[in-house]
């Protein structure tokens, strides 16, 4: 019932033109007969078609005041359906975006500074995967509202550094987090962000496991695993949800890697090391054989920034 409504009033509203018209031609009518009883030497037709040229200018000005009225609140009426329409996309576009993106670079998308292409793109990017360890053994034996709580709390404190360092937080998957460097937002130096966001998340979860360990809590451990490489990135999903994502062979080995990661490790990839190995120091591991590929990938294991490199938030570009 109330939609039928809802759309009668906006069909009306719709046609205020018309409305002025109609209320041009009641006055007429009216203004007819109030004159047939104020004279009587001519009938009603000959009032409503004819008359005095006095008579027939006021008819007239006020018909094109009905008209003006009403194209006027036309004018009104779209300029505000525009606008409200405008907000609602825009309050749609924050609200997805506020889930993937830093508040700031949110913004820059809802007011179109920051171009998202809806379109399947390719990019190279920098993919970060962190993932619980023995997340299933400590779930069996926890009260899964508990671990509900600790989920929350622990993403609270890693989205945040994903943020600070304007990653794109993908998905959670569980109790993993996935993370991109490059996609929808480039930096020149992408991958050595990602590095530096897994060595603060690695410093953030030692507080982090500190509290628990206060309350008498199970503390957690993390591993962390960095990829770099060419991807496609764009909206995924279905006509009625869809979502933003990348996919391609940099984000399965980036997977892997973290998969092969131990707690508190964090393994990066040669792509990536080769881009951020001013930056940071590594030590050499074995070559992964993962399933799949033909040959071996180079992985290394990150120590902690050289002397005099920062963990803190690169500048803005």
């Known amino acids: 019932m109330f939609k039928k409504k809802h759309q009668f009033r906006v069909g009306l509203t719709d046609k205020m033109v018309l409305i002025g018209f109609g209320l041009a031609a009641v006055y007429w009518v009216l203004d007819t007969i109030v004159s047939v009883f104020l004279s009587y030497d001519m009938h009603f037709g000959a009032r409503l078609f004819g008359g005095d040229t006095d008579d027939l200018w006021p008819r007239l000005i006020v018909i094109c005041l009905f008209v003006i009225f009403g194209s006027h609140a036309q004018y009104t009426i779209n300029e505000r359906k525009r606008a409200e329409e405008k907000s609602r996309r825009e309050t749609a576009t924050r609200e997805r975006f506020q889930r993937l993106l830093s508040p700031d670079l949110a913004e820059m998308v809802v007011a179109g500074t920051l171009k998202v292409e809806k379109g399947g793109e390719k990019r190279n990017a920098t993919v970060m995967f962190v993932d619980i360890r023995d997340f299933t053994a400590m779930s069996e ?108 062979d ?22 990536t090391y080769q881009a951020v190995e ?18 071996p990938v180079r992985v290394y294991n990150v120590l902690a920034p050289q002397t005099g490199a920062s963990s803190k938030k690169p500048p803005a570009t």
Not at 172 to 196: C, E, K, N, T
Not at 252 to 270: L, Y
């Open 250 to 271: 940099t984000v399965n080995t980036a997977a892997r890697i973290c998969a092969a990661a131990k707690g508190g490790q964090i393994i990066i990839s040669e792509k």
């Open 278 to 295: 001013k930056g940071v120091e590594v030590e050499n591991l074995a070559p992964i054989r993962f399933k799949g590929k033909y040959k």
């Open 141 to 248: 034996n926890t009260r899964a509202t508990e671990v509900l709580q600790m989920l929350n709390e622990y993403y609270e404190v890693m989205v945040d550094i994903a943020f600070r360092y304007e990653g794109t937080v993908d998905k959670f998957i569980g109790d993993a987090m996935m993370v991109i460097w490059g996609a929808p937002v480039a930096h020149p130096d992408d991958p050595l962000r990602a590095v530096q966001a897994a060595i603060d998340m690695q410093a953030a979860l030692v507080h982090f496991n500190q509290n628990r360990k206060n309350a008498h809590q199970r503390r957690i451990q993390i591993g962390i695993g960095i990829n770099t490489g060419n991807l496609v990135a764009g909206y995924i999903g279905s006509s009625q949800t869809m979502s933003y994502s990348v996919i391609g």
